[in-house]
């Protein structure tokens, strides 16, 4: 158990639109899941943390006009990188702690999102 | 600023023996720290953690060993299989559960046959 899938697994898209990414857990429920954005030979980035039903936290830096976070149930989150520009072009990946304990998170496989 | 380093990009390794993957961190606030491994078009799978309050956990074939004085942190592979070529990442957080992980750039061990 504890499957976490994401959607699409890439997207390429034109620079001044959005593109929507989920983030689903498959076999469980998940109260706080996490997105993460990974540029090429770098590290896995924290963007923000949703929590289901309430305001996603962001990171830093992190623009949240910009990455729109839902979390409308306990199995799905997404991700809306509005008004996308080149460089957002990113390897996004999100993960899901489950509702039932525990602290360890299971990662989606990422998406590749490619702005032009 | 890095607080989690991988200084080795790469690694290769004979099928059988010992594979030693390093990190480093400077924050002496983290006190959990974990390893992922990760195959081509997945995500991250945890693969084994350790609290500062221990300077070794085993798990099978799996052990890390941890340096707090030194901020150094270590996974030994023993003995060494061809299903273990991934990318390896080190991770960090404050205490088990805290929600932000810190993750390093990752090291990609290929195992020879």
């Known amino acids: 158990?504890?499957?976490?899938?994401?959607?699409?697994?890439?997207?390429?898209?034109?620079?001044?639109?959005?593109?929507?990414?989920?983030?689903?857990?498959?076999?469980?429920?998940?109260?706080t899941m996490f997105w993460y954005r990974q540029f090429p030979k770098q590290s896995l980035m924290l963007m923000?943390?949703?929590?289901?039903?309430?305001?996603?936290?962001?990171?830093?830096?992190?623009?949240?006009?910009?990455?729109?976070?839902?979390?409308?149930?306990?199995?799905?989150?997404?991700?809306?990188?509005?008004?996308?520009?080149?460089?957002?072009?990113?390897?996004?990946?999100?993960s899901a702690r489950r509702q039932t304990g525990g602290d360890e998170q299971y990662f989606g496989p990422g998406t590749r999102l490619t702005v032009t | 600023?890095?607080?989690?380093?991988?200084?080795?990009?790469?690694?290769?390794?004979?099928?059988?023996?010992?594979?030693?993957?390093?990190?480093?961190?400077?924050?002496?606030?983290?006190?959990?720290?974990?390893?992922?491994?990760?195959?081509?078009?997945?995500g991250p799978t945890f693969l084994i953690s350790i609290s500062s309050i221990k300077d070794k956990n085993e798990d099978g074939r799996?052990?890390?060993?941890?340096?707090?004085?030194?901020?150094?942190?270590s996974l030994h592979i023993v003995p060494s299989q061809p299903g273990d070529s991934a990318v390896y990442f080190c991770a960090a957080s404050r205490y088990i559960g805290y929600d932000k992980i810190i993750f390093g750039k990752g090291t990609r061990l290929h195992i020879l046959p």
Request: charged fraction near 20%; proline fraction near 3%; hydrophobic fraction near 30%.
């Open chain 2, 1 to 42: 600023d890095q607080q989690v380093k991988q200084n080795s990009p790469s690694l290769s390794v004979q099928e059988g023996r010992i594979s030693i993957l390093n990190c480093d961190y400077t924050n002496s606030m983290f006190d959990y720290f974990l390893w992922y491994k990760k195959y081509p078009a997945e």
């Open chain 2, 62 to 73: 799996f052990t890390v060993f941890l340096n707090k004085s030194a901020k150094h942190l």
């Open chain 1, 48 to 94: 923000a943390t949703s929590n289901e039903g309430s305001k996603a936290t962001y990171e830093q830096g992190v623009e949240k006009d910009k990455f729109l976070i839902n979390h409308a149930s306990l199995t799905l989150s997404t991700l809306t990188v509005t008004s996308a520009h080149p460089e957002d072009s990113s390897f996004y990946i999100c």
């Open chain 1, 1 to 31: 158990g504890a499957v976490v899938s994401q959607h699409p697994s890439r997207v390429i898209c034109k620079s001044g639109t959005s593109v929507k990414i989920e983030c689903r857990s498959l076999d469980f429920q998940a109260t």
